[in-house]
């Protein structure tokens, strides 16, 4: 099965593919400061074989110090009784004006 993802800092173009997006998240890991972190406000929606989850990602360095928070959302498939990711995509929070 194929998956894509989408993000503000390493995927700003559509990544496809298992192996293209082991590739980003690795890069992503090597970028990330050790974290705390807060899943708030998370939201499943099922559509019969279709799973949607939403939620914001709110993490603090292990000072405390808040770091950039982010909201994602993931759309799953069911594939023989099991969950599957097949799109990710994770925006930094932006102040309103």
Request: contains cysteine.
């Amino acid at each position: 099965m194929d998956a894509t993802h989408l993000d503000d800092i390493a995927a700003h173009r559509r990544i496809g593919g298992i192996a293209a997006l082991r590739k980003c998240f690795a890069a992503l890991k090597s970028m990330s400061q050790p974290h705390r972190y807060e899943v708030v406000d998370p939201k499943v929606q099922i559509h019969g074989d279709i799973g949607i989850l939403t939620f914001r990602y709110e993490p603090c360095a292990t000072d405390g110090t808040a770091l950039t928070r982010w909201k994602a959302s993931s759309a799953y498939r069911r594939v023989a009784g099991e969950w599957r990711i097949v799109h990710a995509h994770w925006s930094m929070v932006k102040e309103a004006p």
